[in-house]
């Protein structure tokens, strides 16, 4: 019964016009109890879906493969019943959009404790709670905004709103799906930084999705990196922005534009991301890859440990130091 | 609120004296000499002459637009010539009849196309959804008059478990009510089912299922309201429309309300009677659609009155 998630050659099929396409194709890793863990990969790598199969609110038709490991359970083979009851009480997802994703026509109050009233809490102590979470989430003067419906907050309001409604059910593993990037940037900081606190005062394990590698080094522990529906690199994120082992993450890094200096301008990636319906056979990164030989057309590289925690699936992983 | 309904209420009048007006030009252009018509083909020329001069027909238009702008505001349209009372209170009379009717019709609509929509729009594509739109298509097509016949002939005829003509008991009601809710629930159903199934794509339904709501917690929680915003408009319009099935229902089953005495007006050329029920049905037609929008924006904090109207 352990409080780590495992996952273990995680396989999502959706359907599509000309058959199922493996959106997400043996992803394995692991999220320790109290433990940030940074999901990176460019739109269509299987970032979200990954974090949807995490708490089972898949499209219609999807079928998935491989383990999903919680407390003794796999979760892709416990019964409805159990599964919904780990959403929201044991892991719990922040999604892109708050606007999109509170209900306009419920006030603030109602649907952040809505878990609580639905657990038979009376009136009193759910708007005490309430009135805690919102505290919790930085919410100034969280009493007096109760009532309030989500139109009438800000960006970064809703976005805390949305925080302390996924901290209602007080879950142990919080899923939080590009959590900053609909918001002004001013305001991205300022919720990466709540998030990054609430993980550390609760001691909770945390997902964090996101394209934004600069979003991923300031609060994540570990870093995994998706291609095209596969892990292509995962390790401790100082280790894998300063040493990449996968050409890339290698990519990923020298595409963010420096801010401090006028030289260094960012090498933007070349080409086109393979998406998972036009996946190329072999490494599905090789087209785009420097490093790319036969070897790399042909045979799809399994993920090997190139260091203690550090895993990469590319065939010439060793190369890419000399290649500074 | 409340200065917003004042100012809806006298937007209202407005709408009013236009309704007023047009019925005043459409009787006007009517073929045929009102008088000559009232007296019937064996009158003498004295006695129409002496009728036309009564009912003010031998002065300039617009001084008779006058004289019917001022009578309508005093509630006044006349003497029925064929009841022999004022046209606006035996229109008065048959109301609450027409009322009762329309209101039962209505609640029936509501309370199982919303239902039917609900149940369809949960699961677009799946069994119950495909029968849903199937059958209220096929509701939607009937004719009123036919669906009342045939509805007298299984009921009525064949079973003799419901009255098939007048009023009184509820029992009497069933039949019409029904004739006229069927081709509405139809509609309010079809409504009902696209919002839902367009609500349920909306991303705060993953939200509420994030939360381990189950289906129906989702559906009844998180859908439904928002989903009726569209439903509640288009019931308070049809609400209006409902009157022109209730001339024919009313036909067909012998009801005794506003329908059947317009039926009847118009046949024996009864024009105060037409003026004063038309004139009353604007009304009701207005007061439906704002009860609408103030409901409206009950339904969707978002939705300020002032900007609606």
């Not at chain 2, 007006?21 to 459409?26: E, M, Q, Y």
Request: net charge positive; charged share 20%; proline share 7%.
């Amino acid at each position: 019964m352990s409080d780590m998630l495992e996952l273990v050659g995680l396989v999502v099929d959706l359907p599509g016009p000309g058959g199922a396409v493996r959106v997400v194709d043996g992803v394995s890793f692991d999220i320790p109890p109290a433990t940030t863990v940074g999901l990176i990969g460019e739109s269509g790598s299987g970032k979200t879906m990954t974090a949807n199969a995490i708490i089972g609110l898949l499209p219609d038709g999807a079928t998935t493969g491989g383990a999903l490991c919680w407390r003794g359970d796999d979760l892709l083979r416990v019964d409805r019943r159990r599964r919904r009851r780990v959403r929201g009480r044991e892991i719990a997802m922040i999604f892109q959009d708050p606007l999109a994703a509170l209900n306009p026509t419920q006030t603030i109050a109602r649907q952040v404790g809505e878990i609580l009233r639905r657990d038979g809490l009376d009136r009193d102590e759910v708007r005490r709670r309430v009135v805690d979470l919102l505290d919790r989430a930085g919410i100034p003067e969280p009493a007096r905004r109760l009532n309030n419906y989500p139109h009438e907050f800000s960006g970064g309001m809703r976005q805390r709103a949305m925080i302390a409604l996924a901290l209602a059910g007080n879950p142990a593993l919080l899923l939080a799906d590009e959590p900053t990037t609909a918001l002004d940037v001013t305001v991205q900081a300022r919720i990466l930084r709540l998030l990054r606190t609430i993980q550390e005062s609760e001691g909770l394990a945390m997902l964090l999705v996101s394209h934004d590698l600069r979003v991923v080094a300031h609060v994540a522990h570990q870093v995994v990196v998706m291609y095209a529906g596969r892990v292509a690199e995962r390790g401790p994120t100082a280790t894998v922005l300063r040493r990449p082992a996968h050409p890339y993450t290698r990519a990923l890094v020298d595409s963010v534009p420096a801010i401090r200096t006028r030289t260094a301008l960012a090498h933007p990636l070349p080409g086109t991301p393979a998406t998972p319906a036009n996946r190329p056979a072999g490494c599905a990164f090789h087209p785009r890859c420097p490093l790319a030989r036969e070897r790399c057309r042909t045979e799809q590289p399994a993920v090997r440990s190139v260091a203690p925690d550090h895993w990469t699936a590319c065939h010439f992983a060793e190369e890419i130091a000399d290649r500074v | 609120m409340i200065r917003v309904i004042v100012k809806r209420l006298l937007v209202g009048v407005l709408v009013m004296w236009g309704a007023a007006s047009l019925i005043f030009l459409i009787v006007r252009v009517a073929p045929g000499d009102p008088a000559t018509i009232l007296l019937g083909p064996d009158a003498d020329p004295a006695q129409i002459a002496e009728l036309t001069t009564r009912l003010g027909l031998d002065q300039p238009k617009l001084t008779q637009y006058v004289h019917f702008l001022a009578d309508v505001a005093r509630f006044d349209f006349g003497e029925s010539y064929r009841l022999g009372r004022p046209a606006m209170s035996e229109v008065l009379t048959r109301l609450p009849a027409t009322a009762e009717l329309m209101l039962t019709s209505t609640a029936i609509a509501v309370v199982f196309g919303v239902t039917l929509g609900l149940l369809a729009g949960a699961r677009p594509g799946r069994m119950v959804d495909r029968v849903v739109s199937a059958s209220t298509i096929a509701l939607q097509s009937f004719p009123t008059f036919w669906v009342g016949i045939m509805l007298i002939l299984v009921f009525a005829l064949w079973l003799g478990v419901l009255p098939s003509a007048d009023a009184g008991t509820p029992a009497h009601l069933v039949l019409p009510a029904v004739t006229l809710a069927l081709p509405f629930t139809a509609t309010v159903a079809r409504l009902t089912r696209t919002s839902v199934a367009e609500t349920m794509r909306e991303p705060y339904i993953q939200t509420a299922r994030s939360k381990g709501l189950t289906e129906p917690q989702v559906l009844l929680g998180h859908a439904l309201r928002n989903s009726l915003i569209p439903v509640v408009t288009i019931v308070g319009l049809h609400m209006g429309g409902l009157m022109g099935g209730a001339v024919i229902v009313e036909n067909v089953f012998a009801w005794p309300g506003l329908g059947s005495l317009i039926v009847d007006a118009v046949a024996g050329r009864d024009y105060e009677v037409v003026q004063a029920a038309t004139f009353l049905i604007a009304g009701i037609v207005m007061l439906f659609n704002l009860v609408a929008d103030l409901l409206y924006s009950r339904l969707d904090p978002r939705i300020k009155l002032d900007t609606v109207s």
